[in-house]
Each structure stands twice: as C-alpha cells, then as structure tokens.
C-alpha cells in the first residue's frame, strides 16, 4: 500500500504561482508511476501531468504545457507540481495519484489507470 498526501494548495490571484507537494508513505516511490489530476464542481477528475518512475519522461494536459511543471525525488518519497501563469479555471481540488508500473514511461489519461489517491489539496485563483 502506498499512502499519499498532498500539500500546497491555497489562494492566488491570476499570473501567481503555487507549488504542490505529495508526500508518499509505506512504500518507495521508486517502481510507481506518479500523476497529478483536478476535480472542479460538477466536473469530473482531469488528468493534469505524469512523470516516469525515473522522473526521466513527462505528460501534461494540453492547457497547462508550459505553466505547470511535474517533478519528483525518489530520495525523499516526493513528487511536485509546480504552476505557474495560474488562470480562474485552473481553480478545483488537486489530487495526486500513484500506480506500480514496470516501464520507466508516464500513465496519462483516465483517472481509472492509478491505483492509489491522496485526500486532495484546494487550489483557488482568483481573478
């Protein structure tokens, strides 16, 4: 079992910045594949960015190339996500995700592919 939990979140004004952290127990990082996605109200969890077990290959949605940056230590059992130029609608609670993988690639896409959630973190960009 790997247990998750994220920090970070908070309140911006467009333009700012925050970085999230996710801290994982019970297990290394190591063999999993780590991914961030987003919830809005009354939307379903989005896939935001994914990195390797490596850290050496990355994923992001579309809308955040460029803003966001995905990173992990696996000394330290972490894993980041780094955002930058935050807009209004990038505003939902953040959750970051894990999932054993053999290959050193990236998991993107449906939520359904990881096995293991943190509780989730608030972001809120105002404007």
């Known amino acids: 079992q790997v247990q998750l939990v994220e920090s970070g979140g908070g309140l911006v004004q467009a333009g700012g910045s925050l970085r999230l952290s996710c801290a994982a127990s019970g297990r290394a990082l190591s063999p999993y594949a780590m991914g961030w996605f987003r919830q809005a109200p009354g939307k379903e969890r989005e896939f935001v960015a994914a990195i390797s077990r490596s850290g050496g290959n990355t994923n992001y949605l579309d809308s955040v190339k460029g803003r966001f940056t995905i990173s992990r230590d696996n000394a330290k059992n972490m894993v980041y996500l780094q955002m930058n130029s935050l807009k209004p609608e990038d505003t939902a609670v953040y959750y970051c995700?894990?999932?054993?993988?053999?290959?050193?690639?990236?998991?993107?896409?449906?939520?359904?592919?990881?096995?293991?959630w943190g509780q989730g973190t608030q972001v809120t960009v105002s404007s």
């Open positions: 995700a894990a999932v054993f993988r053999a290959l050193d690639a990236p998991v993107a896409g449906s939520a359904s592919r990881y096995d293991y």
